[in-house]
């Protein structure tokens, strides 16, 4: 639930920018559309608020929550995650996404949200309670049978790929492509891998089959690396012109309709998402070809922004 204050911030500095006047306008009839119970209605006004005046931190902030509440989690942990890296962060966003973190099991970083709020505010009611039930179920958390759960899963993830039964061919090119354990192969997509020279269908093939029977597959461990890296790409944009390109939507490109459903696809709504994504990955989705790549990374370069280079 939002404080009453639902902009209220930690303390620091930040500028916006953006069309404010019709931010504000389109943040006036979401709540309008709201009080009138078109959830749906609210939301699609929220994105075009949103996306009118991305530094309107009141239309991100109520964005996120109604996605929220709507169990749109994935999409409003993106947009807590951007309010709580600005500068000033939203107290709100910060407390939901550890309550999130919480949920997920992922108490250090709760805490980490929840400290942040603390430093500036050693008494924020909400910010303390959260935090002694966050101090509480690291404590619960220190379980044995979890922790031979977590040690028996890093153990396999931390497993040399030369220790499994593939062919001269594909460990050779795994090795090329730095792709050291199991953990590695499960952050890399089939297409990624076609996409080397010297990867074949029988390498595929060896590796999906080996994957199988342990109960993984290719591409596993993408969300979480996807969320990383589209972190270190905002991180690397701080504090230069391409700052504010990222937090643009996509829809401004005035892409096809074959590479627009491409991007849906992939679950890509800003160009920051965009920029965080590989050619392989855009070249994996079904039916987007070279002719949709070329116009990807045309508008992205007059945008100042490209596609993410594989670092092999």
């Given at each position: 639930m939002p404080d009453s204050n639902a902009m209220d911030l930690v303390i620091g500095t930040g500028a916006c920018s953006g069309d404010k006047a019709a931010g504000a306008t389109?943040?006036?009839d979401s709540k309008r559309l709201g009080e009138a119970g078109d959830r749906e209605g609210r939301v699609d006004m929220l994105r075009k608020a949103v996306n009118a005046?991305?530094?309107n931190e009141e239309a991100a902030f109520a964005l996120a929550y109604a996605l929220d509440q709507m169990g749109e989690e994935d999409e409003a942990f993106v947009l807590y995650e951007r309010a709580a890296d600005a500068k000033p962060a939203s107290i709100n966003a910060l407390l939901n996404l550890a309550v999130m973190f919480e949920d997920k099991g992922e108490y250090h970083r709760a805490e980490k949200c929840l400290r942040q709020i603390l430093d500036t505010d050693p008494n924020h009611p909400r910010a303390r309670l959260y935090m002694r039930d966050v101090l509480a179920s690291k404590e619960m958390y220190v379980d044995e049978e979890h922790d031979r759960d977590i040690a028996k899963r890093n153990a396999l993830l931390d497993t040399p790929v030369t220790d499994f039964e593939l062919s001269v061919r594909a460990r050779n090119c795994l090795?090329?492509?730095n792709i050291r354990t199991l953990g590695d192969l499960l952050r890399?997509?089939?297409a990624e891998l076609m996409g080397y020279k010297n990867f074949g269908e029988a390498s595929l093939k060896e590796i999906k089959d080996m994957l199988s029977q342990k109960g993984l597959r290719l591409g596993q461990g993408l969300d979480d690396a996807h969320r990383r890296i589209?972190?270190?790409v905002y991180d690397a944009?701080?504090?230069t012109p391409n700052e504010k390109a990222l937090a643009r939507p996509v829809s401004?490109?005035?892409l096809s309709v074959r590479a627009r459903k491409a991007l849906q696809l992939l679950g890509i709504q800003t160009l920051g998402d965009l920029a965080s994504r590989t050619e392989a990955e855009l070249m994996g989705v079904k039916n987007f070809g070279a002719t949709s790549l070329e116009e990807v990374k045309e508008r992205l370069v007059q945008h100042g922004l490209g596609l993410r280079k594989l670092e092999f």
């Open positions: 389109l943040l006036a005046d991305p530094g090795k090329k492509m890399i997509t089939e589209r972190k270190r944009a701080k504090g401004e490109l005035g």
